[in-house]
């Protein structure tokens, strides 16, 4: 969806603060052990962000409607300001993700998977942002990132649809590295 440029850019303002504030609610008291779970449970969250990317990209923005009639603007206007509003992805990661943890888990534990997952999707938006609006430097890990990504936009073969990573396109046989 079109996105004002604050809208646009409203991820880089909202997620740093509720990670800064969701990490320090939950560890400002919090014991060693409970620290440890806190700091594991965020790894495995933004782990488990770069396999839910590679699956909401491939299936979801790619075949799934309205979300792929929406992704297909993007497809066609690759620098217009087109995305997930703050407001709906704050909703789906609080509500699909923070509460049946917090429901099921010790606080620590959800915390930090959630904390984990939103810093991936962060860390998603950031680089979406500059494989399609910044210069990278050749050989860095943008550069390389926008390579893949532009071979995803301009391939004849449906490809390449991690954005932070290639892992799940070459676990899953979607990996690219040539336009054929």
């Not at 779970?37 to 979801?60: N, Q």
């Not at 930090?112 to 399609?132: E, Q």
Request: some cysteine; glycine content about 8%; aromatic content about 12%.
């Amino acid at each position: 969806m079109r996105l004002s440029r604050v809208g646009y850019f409203a991820d880089f303002v909202v997620y740093p603060t509720l990670l800064a504030f969701l990490s320090w609610t939950t560890l400002r008291h919090a014991l060693p052990t409970q620290r440890d779970d806190w700091m594991l449970a965020a790894g495995a969250g933004l782990a488990a962000w770069t396999l839910l990317e590679y699956l909401l990209h491939r299936y979801v923005l790619h075949h799934a409607i309205p979300f792929r009639r929406m992704h297909a603007l993007h497809h066609a206007s690759p620098t217009a300001l087109i995305g997930t509003p703050t407001w709906v992805s704050v909703a789906l990661i609080g509500g699909l993700v923070f509460l049946p943890l917090r429901h099921e888990l010790q606080a620590a534990i959800a915390s930090g998977a959630t904390a984990g997952l939103m810093l991936g999707y962060l860390w998603y938006v950031g680089v979406h942002h500059a494989a399609h609006h910044l210069r990278t430097r050749p050989g860095s890990y943008l550069f390389k990132a926008k390579q893949r990504h532009a071979l995803h936009h301009h391939s004849r073969r449906a490809c390449n649809f991690g954005v932070t990573t290639a892992l799940w396109d070459n676990v899953f046989g979607s990996a690219r590295a040539d336009a054929s």
